[in-house]
């Protein structure tokens, strides 16, 4: 079992920036790819980026692409989303995600496809 804590979020203003953190417990980090995620009342939870457990590949949502970057460092169980150019329709809660690592498994967008979730954390952006 992984449990996943998320950090960072917050209010700031159109064109800001924010980072967000989510360190991970309970399982062996490096063996999981990790996602960002985001939900706003009413819609489905939306992919934004994944990461490979090794760091070495990403993908990107394409709403997000060039404006948000992922990382991870697994010697601190710990995930990040730097946000830059925020926007007010980046209002969301923000959520990240494991994905169990298999042979020849690469990160996935699908939300079905992760089995660990942390409990969110609110980023609005004002116009």
């Known amino acids: 079992q992984v449990q996943l804590v998320e950090s960072g979020g917050g209010l700031v203003q159109a064109g800001g920036s924010l980072r967000l953190s989510c360190v991970g417990s309970?399982?062996?980090?490096?063996?999981?790819?990790m996602g960002w995620f985001r939900q706003t009342p009413g819609k489905e939870r939306e992919f934004l980026a994944a990461i490979k457990w090794s760091g070495a590949y990403t993908i990107y949502a394409d709403s997000v692409k060039g404006r948000f970057t992922i990382s991870r460092d697994n010697a601190k169980n710990t995930v990040y989303l730097q946000m830059n150019s925020l926007k007010p329709e980046d209002t969301a809660v923000y959520y990240c995600?494991?994905?169990?690592?298999?042979?020849?498994?690469?990160?996935?967008?699908?939300?079905?496809?992760?089995?660990?979730w942390g409990q969110g954390t609110q980023v609005t952006v004002s116009s």
């Open positions: 309970g399982g062996s980090f490096s063996t999981y790819h």
């Open positions: 995600a494991a994905d169990k690592v298999y042979l020849g498994s690469v990160p996935r967008s699908d939300s079905a496809a992760y089995d660990y």
